[in-house]
T-cell receptor, first 114, second 112 residues
Framework: EAGVVQSPRYKIIEKKQPVAFWCNPI?????LYWYLQNLGQGPELLIR????????DSQLPKDRFSAERLKGVDSTLKIQPAELGDSAVYLC????????????FGEGSRLTVL | GQSLEQPSEVTAVEGAIVQINCTYQ??????LSWYQQHDGGAPTFLSY????GLEETGRFSSFLSRSDSYGYLLLQELQMKDSASYFC?????????????FGSGTRLLVRP
């Protein structure tokens, strides 16, 4: 069974440019998460989807970040315009929901903003 | 708010046993998870404790004491491949929604 797939793995852009990350979750997982991870830190939740609905986007900086999950499967996270402080790894994860606390993570998209 | 505390680094010898502690403060605690992450890799799930006690999975065990807001991950028979970062994460009920909140991680170095 394929895991969570993310692309691109690496992206280097100049500040003020836009960038987008794509995530394909594990088949059948209705819950999808986007996390941000800075070097030496734990993942921080940006947004959580239940199917197509964003049920928790309280930590998403909505002035420059946006996300969508059309048809309740793939998801895209966009930053426009990017700032130097956005340099980080953007992790996508999925789960069946439930109560196990088990998330399946992709390998992440590493963003460098110059 | 929520907070988690875990040591930033731990060093141990191959074949030894190491314990990584995690203390937490949350408003609506449901359970404690542990994840392993190798450099440049994805976090991978190790264990989840919702009730007090010890859960064992092979060389790894995880413990939870809800009354003490404390848990630990125990790694036995350490192998070089266990060198990685280990994150505790609390499953919390906040603002009518579940959240999984991660600690800052403990970097484990296993020496020969």
């Amino acid at each position: 069974e394929a895991g969570v797939v993310q692309s691109p793995r690496y992206k280097i852009i100049e500040k003020k440019q836009p960038v987008a990350f794509w995530c394909n979750p594990i088949s059948g997982h209705n819950t999808l998460y986007w996390y941000l991870q800075n070097l030496g830190q734990g993942p921080e939740l940006l947004i959580r989807y239940e199917n197509e609905e964003a049920v928790d986007d309280s930590q998403l900086p909505k002035d420059r970040f946006s996300a969508e999950r059309l048809k309740g499967v793939d998801s895209t996270l966009k930053i426009q315009p990017a700032e130097l402080g956005d340099s980080a790894v953007y992790l996508c994860a999925s789960s069946l929901g439930g109560t196990s606390g088990e998330l399946f993570f992709g390998e992440g998209s590493r963003l460098t903003v110059l | 708010g929520q907070s988690l505390e875990q040591p930033s680094e731990v060093t141990a010898v191959e074949g030894a046993i190491v314990q990584i502690n995690c203390t937490y403060q949350t408003s609506g605690f449901y359970g404690l998870s542990w994840y392993q992450q190798h450099d440049g890799g994805a976090p991978t799930f190790l264990s989840y404790n919702a009730l007090d006690g010890l859960e064992e999975t092979g060389r790894f065990s995880s413990f939870l004491s809800r009354s003490d807001s404390y848990g630990y991950l125990l790694l036995q028979e350490l192998q070089m491949k266990d060198s990685a970062s280990y994150f505790c994460a609390v499953r919390d009920w906040v603002d009518s929604s579940y959240k999984l909140i991660f600690g800052s991680g403990t970097r484990l170095l296993v020496r020969p």
